[in-house]
């Protein structure tokens, strides 16, 4: 009996300490788990900095583009937010390409609005501003 409990925590330990030695093996994949724990809390900005350098570690990590794109969503800095979730599309398995897609094409169209309400008159609020262009 003393002989399995022994053996069992033996392969317990090897256990544990392989599943942490994964991490070490795929690049990016701590940096990457530190801006998705930020990015789960709320903290955006932060979070922009560690998915950055997952896929700096890691240039094929196609889920650090896509939370990179999502964090800049967040944030609503939509021009930012395009070159990592186009790059996440390329990096996509098939079936989660049309997520990534509907993402784009928010960002996209999110990007024009800002740029055309950017150049009015701020003087004027904003429905005055829409009673003319209609």
Request: charged share 20%.
């Given at each position: 009996?003393?002989?399995?409990?022994?053996?069992?925590?033996?392969?317990a330990t090897f256990f544990v300490s392989s599943c942490a030695a994964l991490g070490?093996?795929?690049?990016?994949?701590a940096s990457f788990e530190r801006g998705l724990a930020l990015f789960n809390q709320g903290h955006f900005s932060e979070s922009v900095t560690y998915f950055e350098r997952a896929t700096r570690e890691n240039p094929?990590?196609?889920?650090?583009?896509?939370y990179l794109g999502r964090a800049y969503v967040s944030q609503s800095k939509w021009r930012a937010a395009l070159p990592p979730l186009r790059t996440a599309f390329r990096l996509s398995p098939r079936d989660a390409q049309q997520e990534i897609m509907n993402l784009i094409v928010d960002a996209t169209f999110a990007a024009a609005l800002n740029d055309f309400n950017l150049g009015g008159d701020r003087s004027r609020p904003e429905p005055e501003r829409l009673k003319e262009l209609l």
């Open positions: 009996m003393k002989n399995r409990a022994i053996v069992f925590l033996m392969f070490r093996f795929n690049p990016g994949h094929e990590f196609g889920e650090a583009y896509f």
